[in-house]
């Protein structure tokens, strides 16, 4: 986004003084006409009615000649008879002839030094005002934009080109382009890095040209100017002001050409011959904003090596998470770009809950690293938690399917000797079943289950005669995980799990963040909290949580529903994952409105492509 250019317009020549007599049937005319040029002034005879219409120039009033007001102001010497009169100074009829020329001579010298000084005052304004607008910039592309539209409204040039050296190639690329004239679409051009094209030549040498006609140059000179866009539209090239951008080291970054200075700046040019040199004033503003420009370059250039390697970092944290558990490989990118697109769509709604609330560029960074890195915290829960299918370990199901095993050889060898009943065997098949469909994740057991399982302990044992005491095949601990209500995880497990928030919270915390993105620790350490105030881990109420963090929450169940992808369940339809959703909503659990629009929008369709639910 491009910012308004500052309005300072250098007109006030320093050298440029102009001295006016008022009236102009005043008798001193010659006095007045001899002090201006022995002062340096430029001599204009008056054609305004009263000195208050005269702008800009310096006056001398002959109040013996005309009643006018006693106030003329610091630009103004009166000659008169009356002492009590406003001016710079006030001279007497019977004094002009040896007092007027110093009193000229300290008022001109006095109007330059003014004008010195809010020229000096201006430029540092004018710099200042730039160097915001292009610390605004958050693209490469903006940068350069920005920076030649100021520095041709500001130097009232007609158009401009910034030229990027490429120090490793050697070449010298035309990069942005603007005029007012004829608008124009520049296409790319690279030139080798040497003296033989204008933008080389200045890149080589590190030295501002100021060129008054670029089709008057000697023959001699090194370099050639490149002039395919004249011949093309019919433009005509004239004055041309390039200067290099160099960096704090002095490194020459780029180029800066200024072309065609004009009297008014943005306006077209109506004919070629409105154009006027460059001065050296202008040369050293030109340097001062390529110089300003450097930097800014310089520090994008860091900003976005910073946050290349910042890209690195995440990217090697998040295949860290899904490398130590493969089945919910994709989670983190599809939970950031799940809640970065709902969070434009906030941003896009214009009325109801969301009408004022508003997610900036940097905002939605922010919360992009928050989504990618929610779940960080996983690589410290122990694998085999993490993975948990069932809710026997396989080496506990294992085992006790080899319990069975021995159980019915046992009952086997007891059959053969008669010992026991026929139907053993068979009793002992059926109690495997139940296990084998009670281990099951979410298997919730009905009272008589619960009570089977109970029999199983005591009835199933296996002797041998190494052991002193018989082992029994289901254990009391088996029946409490095949009891689990819900998933596959017993209580503690759950708390280990649970317990990743507050691990991506600490990982996230130790990391020093840059300004804008200072709130994402905080953003994922909110991911599981719920607006009731029932979720984890710090058991947050809506006004608690960050909307950035609700709107994740939502991203996460809905990505771990419809993600095919989980050991323990098949992806489910968007459809059926919404329904769900409108269901946590309703117990106050999620942000209702945030589903809807959600929903509504198909944000999952709009940002993730390859949105396959099995
Ligand atoms: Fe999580
Ligand atoms: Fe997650």
Known sequence: MASRPPSFLPSERPEHVTLTLFPANSPYMSEVRGAARRAGAAFIRASARTPSDIDGHLFIVDLVQTPASGRLGRRAIAISNRLDIDAYEVITPDQVRWRLDRAVRNLVERERLRRRLESERQTIRVLNEIGYALSAQTSKNDLLDTLLTHARQVLQADGGSIYLVDQDARTVSFTCSQNDTIPFRANRLTLPLDESSIAGFVAVRGEPLNIPDVYDLDETTLFRPHLRFDKETGYRTRSMLIVPMKDREGIILGVLALINRKTTPSVPLTSFDQVTPFDDGHALLAGSIASQAAVAIENYRLYREIRNLFDGFVGAAVTAIEARDPSTGGHSHRVAALTTGLAREVHDTLDGPFGQVRFTEQDLTELHYASMLHDFGKVGVREEVLLKADKLYPWEMSGLEARFRMAALQVMLEESRHIVRHDRLSALETDLALVRVLNRPGRRPNAAERNRLEQMVEEWELHDHLSAAPERVVQRSDVTRLCIPYGSLDPEERLEIERHVKHTYDFLKAIPWTRDLKRVPELAYCHHEKLDGTGYPRKLKRHDIPLGARLMTISD??????????????????????????????????????????????????????????
Not at 569 to 576: D, E, L, T, V, W
Not at 577 to 583: D, N, P, V
Not at 591 to 599: G, H, T
């Open 557 to 614: 169940i809905f990505d771990a529903l419809t993600a095919g992808d989980r050991p323990y369940k098949a992806g489910m339809a968007p459809a059926r994952a919404l329904r769900i959703l409108h269901e946590e909503a309703e117990r106050g659990h999620i942000e209702p409105e945030a589903v809807l629009l959600f929903e509504r929008r198909k944000v999952w369709e709009t940002v993730l492509p390859d949105f396959q639910a099995t």
